[in-house]
């Protein structure tokens, strides 16, 4: 079984649905009212996907979700005189989810838009939420808007043409879900590998549900990430400078940043030594790098546009212990001092 369905909560209405393919057959039934949104990556290794379907292709990749692709999409939807009457459904990684979920929530002050995973990432994280957006320059998703897909549909079959590093890419969502709230998962994770995954359906099945599930009770409780779901953000904060700064994907670079937050989890809060040393196995044990060598001015100024910045001080995601997240305001020169510390540490 490749499909599977739950339906979530927010603010009271039944918002976000993970569709049975006969869902799916009705919606795209009436081809009139639909645009699917892909990268041309996607098309190449799903093109029966897209037969006899109004489709938009864009270029692959994270340089691309910006504001001049947001305005080619916007032109597009003009032309092809979409209207509050149709669907939009972006069809591929998180880049995509996020491009194509910002270009319907403003595009006449918002029209319905659906999302089909196609990495694990997005299945396991990007899709799910609400939020969406684009960067500017070297800063991550700093425009955008919490918007939530009238649908997500998840299709494991997807994932058989992902390259080995893109799997890693999103154990690394996996293992800050597992580190922030979910020891049981952090257990299963250590006593596996990602081949246990990849090659068993039904695994990779409860594994994808669970961590949609641990998301979305955090999305629920705080859908405008105002508190508890800040913790979601865990290894984001330096994360998201490097990933721009040192090209990295966002995966390296989320798992690089819980490098450095659960090492300052030790220095400031409750984690035991111990327990950093399990992560930096856990993290080796899915193939992501714990370390890439980085100019810290430069990537200190971009951190410094973070969206979680106030004032002088940064709400940054720190574990109490394995399975506990916990956030502590830093000021900005303590953090700074902090990294370089770190950084000393790993060469
Ligand atoms: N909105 C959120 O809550 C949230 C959460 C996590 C990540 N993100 C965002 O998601 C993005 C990262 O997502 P990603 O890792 O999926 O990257 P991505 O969307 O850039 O995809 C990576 C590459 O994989 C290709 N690809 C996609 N599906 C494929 C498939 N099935 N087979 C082969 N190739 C495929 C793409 O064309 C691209 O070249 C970042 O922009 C990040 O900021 C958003």
Redesign the pocket.
């Given at each position: 079984m490749s499909l599977f369905s739950i339906t979530y909560q927010i603010h009271g209405t039944s918002k976000n649905t993970l569709i049975s393919s006969d869902s799916l057959n009705d919606i795209i039934q009436d081809q009139s009212n639909i645009v699917f949104i892909t990268?041309?990556?996607?098309m190449s290794?799903?093109s029966a996907f897209f037969s006899d379907k109004k489709n938009i292709v864009i270029p692959?990749?994270?340089k691309n979700?910006n504001l001049e692709t947001l305005n080619i999409l916007l032109e597009k939807f003009l032309n092809l005189k979409l209207g509050r009457g149709h669907r939009i459904v972006g069809v591929?990684?998180?880049?995509?989810?996020?491009l194509t979920g910002f270009a319907a929530s403003i595009y006449k002050r918002g029209v319905r838009f659906g999302f089909v995973p196609?990495?694990l990432?997005?299945m396991v994280?990007?899709s799910?939420?609400g939020?969406?957006?684009i960067n500017i320059g070297d800063v991550?998703?700093i425009v955008g808007t919490v918007s939530q897909p009238e649908f997500i549909h998840i299709q494991t079959q997807?994932?058989q043409?992902?390259?080995k590093s893109?799997w890693s890419?999103?154990f690394a969502?996996i293992i800050k879900h597992a580190l922030i709230g979910n020891e049981v998962l952090c257990n299963d994770l250590l006593a596996s590998r990602i081949e246990d995954y990849s090659s068993d359906e039904i695994r990779l099945e409860k594994l994808i549900f669970d961590n949609i599930s641990q998301k979305v009770k955090l999305v629920e409780r705080d859908p405008f990430d105002t508190g508890i779901r800040n913790s979601l953000n865990l290894g984001h904060t330096l994360g998201h400078a490097l990933e721009k700064k040192l090209n990295l994907?966002?995966?390296q670079a989320v798992a690089i940043g819980m490098n450095f937050a659960s090492w300052l989890s030790t220095k400031t809060s409750t984690l035991k030594y111990n327990e950093y040393e399990i992560i930096l196995q856990l993290l080796s044990r899915y193939n992501l790098p714990l370390y890439q060598e980085f100019d810290l001015d430069a990537v200190f100024e971009s951190l410094l546009n973070d969206k979680k910045k106030q004032d002088e001080n940064i709400r940054f995601v720190l574990l109490e212990n394995i399975g506990k997240s916990v956030i502590h305001n830093i000021d900005t020169t303590s953090l700074k001092s902090y990294i370089s510390t770190w950084k000393n540490l790993q060469s």
């Open positions: 990268d041309e990556m996607v290794h799903h692959y990749g994270e979700k591929g990684g998180g880049m995509i989810t996020d196609t990495t990432t997005a994280d990007a799910i939420g939020k969406n957006g991550k998703n997807f994932l043409s992902l390259p893109m890419d999103g969502e994907t966002h995966g």
